[in-house]
């Protein structure tokens, strides 16, 4: 598959969405709404939900399976409010101990008026700080699209996991093309540039894992990540210095060397 093949899958609507994987992973799931500033952002879910017996908080970018409820969940692009949800529920997290699971698939954080002005920019900035000196263990999976800041503000983890059709990227094909050859339609040569695949993503130090698909959305593909993600956890929780540690996973990115030229 090619870099732009991998960006279409990793936009099809036949993919699952957080909200199933929150379903299938988790054995009871208790969603919480609200920024507590000024409204609940249905782009992002998140609430409190069981790991097997662990208690762990758990938030998602969901785009919605059919057109009215895509239209409900702004197409997973989510508003400062849902950012500020988010980052409500991770400061909760952290007051009871409680390891954070985020699913991130947004192709970027909306660019309405109405969320620039309600603080779009420093509601993502807020969440990229705060996750950074989180006191308790974060993993964030790519399960689909990774769109620029809308994506990084759920993914500043000590682990981040990508499926292997996931993409992460600071921009879209689309856009890069229209901006560095002046037409969308190149943007399968710009998505070859980007380096957006999860293949790249690891190459590159920015992800640990590449998720196999086989089997996507079936129970065992979720019992054995449920698995995967209960002995991560068990690690994390052992690490110490975790938040030094994630403060030099981010710093070491962009350093040069001959293996990832």
């Not at 689309?174 to 993503?201: F, H, M, Q, R, V």
């Amino acid at each position: 598959m090619t870099a732009y093949d991998r960006v279409r899958t990793a936009r099809s609507t036949q993919r699952p969405t957080a909200q199933d994987y929150i379903t299938g992973i988790f054995s009871t799931f208790i969603e919480l709404h609200g920024d507590r500033r000024y409204r609940d952002d249905s782009a992002i879910m998140g609430g409190i939900a069981y790991l097997k017996d662990r208690p762990v908080t758990v938030i998602g970018i969901e785009k919605g399976h059919d057109t009215i409820e895509r239209m409900k969940r702004s197409f997973g692009a989510p508003e400062p409010e849902g950012y500020r949800k988010a980052l409500r529920l991770m400061k909760q997290a952290e007051k009871f101990h409680r390891p954070v699971i985020l699913f991130v698939d947004t192709s970027g954080a909306y660019c309405g008026i109405g969320a620039e002005e309600r603080g779009q920019g420093q509601a993502i900035a807020e969440n990229l700080m705060t996750m950074m000196g989180l006191r308790t263990p974060e993993i964030s999976i790519l399960i689909g699209e990774g769109g620029s800041g809308g994506a990084l503000a759920l993914a500043v983890s000590d682990r981040v996991w990508m499926l292997e059709n996931a993409v992460y990227s600071v921009i879209s094909p689309e856009g890069c093309a229209s901006i560095l050859y002046k037409d969308a339609a190149e943007a399968p040569k710009a998505a070859e540039n980007l380096c957006l695949t999860a293949d790249d993503a690891l190459r590159l130090g920015v992800a640990e894992r590449v998720i196999s698909e086989e089997g996507l959305g079936t129970p065992e593909f979720y019992r054995t990540l449920a698995d995967d993600l209960e002995k991560e956890i068990a690690i994390l929780e052992g690490t110490d210095d975790l938040t030094e540690r994630r403060y030099q996973r981010f710093r070491a990115f962009g350093r040069f060397n001959k293996e990832t030229r």
